[in-house]
């Protein structure tokens, strides 16, 4: 925008805006093209939504929605992210249960055995190619190549990844990608005994996770629109 139309869409005077606009462009949050001589945001800026959602504020800004979730459905929820090729948890919420899912916060897993890698590597455009590299990065044959590329391809279509005793015998998860500008950039899941996850519960623990967290995800994050 143009100094003047900056002055007018703020109702302030251009004198004032001018002189913000310095203090802006010296600490890089606006810059000015140099031919039309118009503004734009600069990289501060845009390195700030960086920060927002960084992966030290997320659990921050997601703690109150995994607490709510957990409250809802009675079981362990995880916030996982992508980090080279595992998934990083970076924070949990344990339900009121007298048996308990062990987990650690902090804990890394190999993304594609994981519902958490699955659901965010469905909705980063993963081809097979790019599975087939973080299959090999897990130690994963031919055969799970099938079978995982199943999983999230099926997962772009329903909003949801899964695994089942993939990590940890008798243990099943579901996930759903956090997408930000149609791309994931982490994840929540839901983690339960596989008695407990039949194939009706996990449908209605995906509808618990539709109806819960979106209310309460920070402005510029959501869930898929399946």
Known sequence: MALAD????????????HRSLAALRFRGFVTQDPVSGTYLLGPAATALAED???EENLPVLLHPALLALSSAVGELVHLGILNGSQVLYLDKVEPDRSVRVWSAVGR???????ALGRAILAYRHAD??????????????TTDADRVWAVVERARSTG???EEEENEDGISCIAVPLLRSGSAMAAV?????????TADRILWLHQGMRRVLPPLLPAGLSLPAV
Not at 6 to 16: F, I, R, V
């Open 189 to 197: 899941s839901v983690t339960a005994p596989v008695e407990r996850m």
């Open 52 to 54: 927002f959602l960084s």
């Open 108 to 114: 890394r897993m190999p993304a594609a055995t994981t």
């Open 128 to 141: 097979r190619s790019v599975l087939t590299e973080y299959l090999r990065a897990a130690g994963g044959d």
């Open 6 to 17: 900056l002055a007018a869409a703020l109702g302030l005077n251009k004198t004032t805006v």
């Open 160 to 162: 949801y990844a899964t």
